[in-house]
C-alpha cells in the first residue's frame, strides 16, 4: 500500500511575504479540519486499536508520518510568510482559536473511525482547494496541490481498509 504521491514535494518558496496567505495555511496547519488533526486523530487511533488490529495501527501510523511530513512543508511556508506556525488560526468570526484535543474524533469502531478518516481528508482537500483559489502565488499553489495528491491516496486507503472491515466484520 501507498501512503504517498510517488514524486518529491516542491521546494518550500513564497513569491513574498503575505500574511493573508499565512493566516489562511494557519487553518491549514492547525484548524479544526488540518494536518495538526490529522496527525492527532490517526495517533490516537493507532494507539487505540495497536493490539487488536495491527494492519489498520500500521496504515494509520503511516499515513500520520505523511501527515507531519505535511505539518512541517506548511510550517515552513508559513514562516516565509511572516507569521510564526503557531498551533492556532483565525475561525470565520475573526477570532484566535488554539488547537485542542476536542478537533479529535475519539470514536473506537473501526468502521466509524474510517469512514471520518475519510470525511477528515475529503474536508481537507475541500479547505486546500478553496485557498488556492484565494492565493495567488505559484509556489504555494504547487506546494498546496501536491499535498492533495498524497490527500487522495489517503482517501484510497481508508477506503480500502473500510471495505476489508466489511468483509471480514471487523469491527
Known sequence: MEYAANKPYPKVEVK????FYAQLLSE???GMISESTAVYQYVYQK???????QLFSDVLLKIAIVEMKHLALLGETITLLGLEPKYQFVDSYNQLINWNSSFINYDTNI??????????EQNTILNYQRHIAM???PYIRN????????EVIHIQCFQTLLIESEKNSIC
Not at 16 to 19: E, G, I
Not at 47 to 53: D, E, I, L, P, R
Not at 143 to 150: F, G, H, M, P, Q
Open 135 to 137: 492565493i495567488d502565488d
Open 111 to 120: 468502521r466509524e473511525m474510517l469512514r471520518y478518516n475519510i470525511r477528515l
Open 143 to 150: 506546494l498546496l496541490n501536491r499535498i492533495i495528491e498524497d
Open 28 to 30: 491549514d496547519y492547525a
Open 16 to 19: 513574498a511575504k503575505n500574511l
Open 47 to 53: 494507539m487505540v486499536k495497536f493490539q487488536s488490529n
